[in-house]
């Protein structure tokens, strides 16, 4: 073979021109391959879609999310359809598949959570759903129902950590932290922690007529629409007012108020409803505790007084096979006495404190539940205001404190 019919040989042929069409599926391709990994690695974006962070965060915020923060979780159900959470938005149909299912695993972040921090997780108890009323919790619809009624009823679903519906609150308190409430007042580790001037509370407002202008409380910035109201009647000249303590210190100040008073369940009241459902606890969502949150490589002693606190984290949480054995434990078929946790866990609650469904209701939250953390608001939109005043313009950009 000549040097010359080698070199010939060896000459490349052009390259096939790409069609338009396959441009624009290759550029489609890269741009949503681009966005998962800038969603699932460093930042997303949410929306706020119910008043338990009021007056802090607003329905219709839009915030960024930062996955960097705590760092980004692996995803731990892989194969999914992009942008969609758990639902497909026409079809209604899971938007995920998971045959396939990774464990926990998060790379570095730059911090860990803080106290007070403001925090995106997959809700806890989301692991078991009823699928025509998603918008309840399944585990209070079987306490205040049974379980066979509830599973006749509706068609039931499990979902995977990271497909669970996303929550927004404030952690309270982190691992290893002892949290309790007395009077609507939150203590963590023994010291007393004021709700934010953000938050919102219940206040119980005695005029001293019936003849009020309430159309002054809505210059103050409380809600009087039937949909959401911040005032309702509890008796003659007796109002429930949910404000925040700003708010209430006007309300104080007008000439026809008589009284303002925190508006409290009583001590000793027990709620059924309130975390850990122990009817040996006289809990309710203002006075409850002390609690010690769960931190990794602790030791908890497996008893009746700490079993109610502490059972769904081993069991459910951290994947244990648990069962009660006479006057003991038997945990993965060996028995126990003791228990040391695999991960640390957090106490999330609203800053619209007699409004939220958070920690107090359903307990801890695992650390492969978290998602990140808020950063600030990117838009800001009110369905309910005037064409002019739909975007709320004074909370772009605001950061989330």
Wanted: aromatic share 14%; proline share 5%.
């Amino acid at each position: 073979m000549s040097w010359k019919f080698w070199q010939k040989d060896k000459v490349a042929k052009p390259k096939k021109k790409k069609t338009k069409s396959r441009e624009w599926v290759d550029a489609v391709l890269f741009a949503v391959i681009a966005a998962t990994i800038i969603r699932v690695f460093f930042i997303e974006a949410y929306t706020i879609p119910t008043g338990s962070m009021e007056r802090s965060l607003l329905i219709g915020d839009f915030l960024f999310v930062s996955k960097v923060n705590y760092g980004p979780r692996i995803p731990m159900t892989p194969v999914a359809f992009p942008f969609a959470h758990h639902t497909m938005p026409l079809t209604g149909t899971k938007a995920y598949w998971d045959g396939v299912q990774l464990k926990y695993h998060r790379l570095p972040g730059l911090q860990g959570i803080k106290n007070n921090d403001v925090v995106v997780f997959n809700y806890p108890q989301g692991d078991t759903v009823a699928l025509e009323a998603q918008d309840n919790d399944y585990y209070r619809m079987v306490r205040n129902s049974s379980w066979q009624q509830v599973n006749s009823q509706y068609t039931i679903i499990t979902r995977p950590v990271d497909k669970r519906e996303n929550y927004i609150k404030r952690c309270i308190g982190i691992a290893g932290d002892v949290i309790s409430m007395k009077d609507g007042l939150v203590s963590v580790n023994g010291k007393p922690e004021k709700l934010k001037n953000t938050g919102n509370f219940r206040y119980l407002v005695t005029f001293k007529t019936s003849d009020v202008n309430f159309g002054i409380f809505s210059e103050m910035g409380f809600s009087l629409r039937d949909a959401d109201p911040d005032i309702s009647q509890e008796g003659e000249r007796i109002y429930i007012f949910n404000g925040s303590e700003l708010m209430m210190d006007k309300v104080k100040s007008l000439d026809f108020v008589e009284s303002v008073k925190p508006y409290l369940k009583p001590a000793g009241e027990r709620e059924a409803d309130v975390f850990p459902f122990d009817p040996n606890r006289n809990w309710n969502v203002d006075n409850f505790g002390p609690i010690k949150i769960p931190k990794k490589g602790w030791t908890v002693q497996l008893d009746t007084t700490n079993m109610p606190l502490y059972e769904r984290c081993i069991r459910i949480y951290e994947g244990n096979k648990l069962v009660k054995s006479g006057d003991g434990w038997l945990i993965n078929g060996a028995p126990a006495t003791n228990y040391t946790f695999k991960m640390d866990y957090y106490w999330m609650m609203g800053d619209n404190r007699h409004n939220s469904l958070d920690s107090r209701y359903w307990g801890f939250v695992p650390e492969d539940h978290i998602v990140g953390k808020a950063l600030f608001i990117w838009m800001s939109y009110d369905t309910n205001g005037s064409f002019l005043s739909k975007i709320r313009w004074s909370r772009i950009l605001k950061g989330i404190h």
